[in-house]
C-alpha cells in the first residue's frame, strides 16, 4: 500500500486554465487535452475496511459510478475503466495539471461514497481502508492491453467464466485523447 501521491496535480484547487463553460462533450475533450499533457494515467486499488466483501452489487456500482462521473467536472480528476472486486476495487484515472493531489481526491470520493455505500446497506461506516496502491503507467505501457488483464480478476477469483459476465466493471470516460 502506498500513501504518496507521486507529487501529481496542484497543490491546491488552483486553477490555472480557463475552462469553456457546456458544449457538447467532443469539444469539451478537446479543450482539455492541454492540461492532460505530461499527465501519464494512474492504475489505482484500493480495499474494503477489514477486507468486507460488499463492493460486488449494482447499488456500490451506481454510487460509485455517479461519484467518478462528477469528478472530472469537480475535482480534475478523469475515471477510466474500472472493476468493483468483492473486497476491492481497481480503477485507472487521470488528473489535469490543475488536479488537486490523488490522496486528497481519493480520500474524498471514499468519505462521499462510505456515507451512501453505508446508508444503502444498513451497515456502518468506514467502508473503506485509508490506504491505497498507486501506479503510474510508464509510457511503453498499453492502457487497454493493462485493462484487459485487470479485467480478468473475475475470472481469476472464480466469480465468472469471462469478464464481460461481470457487471461491476465500466468506463466512466475515454482517457485516451
Ligand atoms: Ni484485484
Redesign the pocket.
Known amino acids: 500500500m502506498n500513501k504518496s501521491d507521486h507529487g501529481v496535480g496542484a497543490p491546491s484547487r488552483r486553477r490555472t486554465l480557463v475552462r469553456p463553460e457546456g458544449g457538447p462533450a467532443p469539444f469539451r475533450h478537446l479543450a482539455h487535452v492541454q492540461s492532460f499533457r505530461d499527465n501519464p494515467i494512474v492504475f489505482l ?1 484500493t480495499c474494503t475496511y477489514q477486507r468486507r466483501k460488499i463492493l460486488a452489487s449494482s447499488k456500490c456500482d451506481k454510487i460509485l459510478r455517479e461519484i467518478w462521473q462528477r469528478s472530472a467536472d469537480h475535482d480534475d480528476w478523469w475515471v477510466g475503466n474500472y ?1 468493483l ?1 468483492p473486497d ?1 476495487v ?1 480503477l485507472f484515472a487521470r488528473p489535469e495539471i490543475s488536479a488537486q493531489r490523488m490522496a486528497e481526491w481519493v480520500q474524498m470520493w471514499k468519505s462521499v461514497s462510505s456515507r451512501r455505500i453505508a446508508a444503502v446497506l444498513s451497515t456502518k461506516p468506514s467502508i473503506w481502508q485509508p490506504e491505497y496502491f498507486d501506479r503510474y503507467l510508464r509510457s511503453s505501457e498499453n492502457y487497454s492491453e493493462k485493462w484487459h488483464y ?1 479485467e480478468q ?1 473475475a475470472v481469476r ?1 472464480g466469480l465468472v467464466e469471462i469478464a464481460e459476465a461481470w457487471p461491476y466493471r465500466g468506463t466512466i470516460n475515454n482517457l485516451m485523447f
Open positions: 486499488t472493476i472486486m476491492h481497481h485487470v480478476n477469483a
